[in-house]
């Protein structure tokens, strides 16, 4: 059965199914490697058929189905924003209104899934330049009080004037300057080597892309593409040159330097290997910094 929800008549059908008031409808962004797309959930109150009819006092939640228009291919071609997903969910918000009378929650109208679902928005902080609601996130190396687009904003924003510079402590002492991009960015300006790496690493490790940061370097081989994977515990770089050719791989272990080139038959292949064994698989005390890395 699709999941996908593409109509009015659709909607309705699924709400019919929860058998339940409806109370709110919500509508949040998820990703996957395919792109971005919006569940569709709905909050509804029970009804109990004892002796009379008995509404229950607190609130059920179901999912409902996704909207979803096509991959984040279209990033590419100049057709997003507005993302047609988020016309749509407006229009079957408003149609839903007028029939049940209930609430449409819509925090983004772009692409983020830090935003809280309806029944979390007492944990949520109002982004502090686009006030649009947002979970803060648990990066040590994000700011906490605006979202990851305005985050992305004030980064190139900061390009016309003296760049803020970057810094990571995977990108050493800081002699040169990062900007940091968006994943669909940095695909849309890298072509070349192992282009497919980072797609061939989602696939082996699903949810791999949403740990990374990308970067452009604003001093040097500005062609090339910089990624820092950081989780709680385990951090690594990722850069791919083009013109050399080569994949290179580093943590903060000095020993952990590694490049691959066109010497490999299969250099993504190689490279994920590298970073399964030597990053995933001997885990955190081979990858966070020694004490004299601060
Ligand atoms: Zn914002």
């Known amino acids: 059965m699709s999941q996908n929800i593409d109509s009015f008549f659709t909607l309705i059908q699924r709400i019919k199914a929860v058998n339940g008031l409806p109370q709110v409808l919500e509508a949040l962004w998820d990703g996957d490697s395919n792109g971005w797309y919006l569940v569709l959930n709905l909050y509804y109150k029970r009804r109990t058929w004892w002796f009379k009819e008995i509404i229950q006092p607190y609130f059920s939640k179901a999912r409902l189905g996704i909207i979803s228009c096509g991959g984040d291919i279209r990033l590419f071609s100049d057709t997003v924003p507005p993302w047609p997903e988020a016309t749509l969910a407006k229009e079957l918000g408003q149609l839903a209104k007028d029939k049940y009378d209930l609430e449409f929650y819509f925090p983004s109208e772009e692409p983020d899934d830090d935003c809280p679902a309806w029944d979390q928005q007492h944990l949520a902080i109002a982004c502090a330049d686009c006030s649009k609601l947002i979970i803060p996130t648990d990066s040590p190396y994000l700011p906490k009080d605006i979202c990851y687009n305005c985050h992305l904003n004030r980064s190139s924003t900061a390009d016309c004037g ?22 669909a960015q940095a695909q849309a300006r890298y072509s070349g080597f192992s282009e497919d790496l980072f797609s061939r690493l989602e696939g082996n490790f699903p949810g791999f892309i949403s740990n990374l940061r990308f970067f452009q370097s604003q001093d040097y081989q500005l062609e090339d593409m910089w990624a820092i994977y950081e989780d709680a515990a385990i951090q690594f770089g990722i850069q791919l040159d083009p013109d050399t050719p080569v994949i290179v791989l580093w943590n903060a272990n000095p020993e952990n330097h590694i490049e691959i080139g066109d010497w490999s038959e299969d250099a993504s292949g190689d490279a994920i290997r590298f970073i399964e064994e030597e990053f995933f698989a001997k885990g955190p005390s081979q990858s966070l910094p020694p004490a004299w890395w601060y």
């Open 162 to 183: 003296e760049a803020a510079p970057i810094t990571h402590h995977l990108f050493g002492t800081g002699h040169y300057k990062y900007k940091e991009e968006s994943y």
